[in-house]
């Protein structure tokens, strides 16, 4: 009998077994959309297309080299435009070089200055401002009173002594967006530090007997890192308009480098032109593309990463 009624049950048993796994599998599935469509789809295609993607392979999708061009094909419409050939599909610049090469080109010097110049002043300021909120006193003053002076910095000015005493190069672009925006890390990693220091884990950690470097390191960094990640992300546009502003002035990326402020520089005479408008409205809307698309990120991160706006 035992046996008839094992027979019996375990193929019910079975089968709902397998439907708990089917339901299961299918509530993962639909929680697997679910977060897909939260995402920022339009931002994030929008910088792979422009920015990410270029900046990777442009050596394989660049039809032309950047720097070398042909004054028999200067100023060269558009291939939408009368007179425009697919040779070149976005048009030529003033000395006949091709706009989309330098376009692609150029996003890899964006991505390049952007990532060490936020890493570096990420990593400055990340430290001064933890230390700052942590030991508190004449070290919090100290601190605090030379993100005052960095805050204060005219940039543009800084960047125009800088190039008239070392020269135009990357280097001196990298060097003055790092002197404004460290104080900026320090500043929120300070705030944030101060609201973290006084919990109890913290207090924990000192009564245990961790050294100050590791509650710093193993408690306070880690509580302070998301806040950190959303304004390096809202910085990268940041940075990128401050790069070509300073190469606009002649104070960046130097010539004959692909830098998208020096694309806008070489035709702002023939911006108000029907002939020559593309060369510097084409980078100029790659500038705002990619701008646009990483404040939108940043802002979903935000809403992602705090606390605050998850409970709302």
């Given at each position: ?206 009564v245990a007997g961790s050294s100050h470097v590791r509650i710093m ?96």
């Open positions: 009998m035992a046996a008839e009624e094992r027979a019996s049950t375990t193929p019910a048993a079975s089968d709902e077994v397998v439907e708990g796994a089917r339901t299961e599998g299918r509530s993962r599935v639909t929680g697997y959309l679910a977060e897909v469509r939260r995402l920022p789809l339009f931002p994030i295609a929008i910088l792979l297309v422009v920015l990410v993607i270029p900046a990777i392979f442009a050596n394989q999708i660049a039809p032309h080299d950047p720097t070398r061009g042909s004054l028999g094909n200067r100023l060269a419409p558009p291939v939408w435009q009368e007179g425009g050939s697919a040779e070149h599909i976005l048009g030529t610049d003033k000395v006949g070089r091709d706009i989309l090469s330098r376009i692609l080109y150029g996003s890899r010097i964006s991505v390049v200055i952007a990532m060490i110049a936020i890493v570096v002043s990420g990593i400055i300021g990340t430290a001064l401002g933890i230390t700052a909120g942590y030991w508190g006193g004449w070290v919090d003053a100290l601190i605090m009173r030379l993100v005052d002076i960095s805050l204060s910095i005219p940039i543009i000015l800084l960047g125009l002594v800088l190039v008239a005493a070392l020269g135009p190069r990357t280097s001196t672009v990298i060097g003055v967006i790092v002197v404004l925006l460290w104080s900026r890390y320090a500043r929120l990693a300070r705030g944030e530090t101060l609201a973290v220091r006084v919990q109890d884990f913290v207090s924990r950690a000192q390191s193993k408690h306070i960094l880690p509580n302070v890192f998301n806040s950190l990640v959303v304004l390096a992300t809202l910085q990268v546009g940041f940075v990128i308009i401050l790069e070509s502003t300073l190469s606009f002035l002649g104070a960046g990326v130097p010539r004959p480098n692909p830098a998208w402020g020096l694309m806008v520089a070489d035709g702002r005479e023939l911006v108000a032109s029907e002939k020559g408008w593309w060369v510097s409205l084409l980078p100029g809307l790659a500038i705002m593309l990619v701008v646009l698309s990483m404040n939108l990120l940043g802002d979903w991160l935000r809403d992602r990463l705090d606390p605050k706006q998850r409970q709302v």
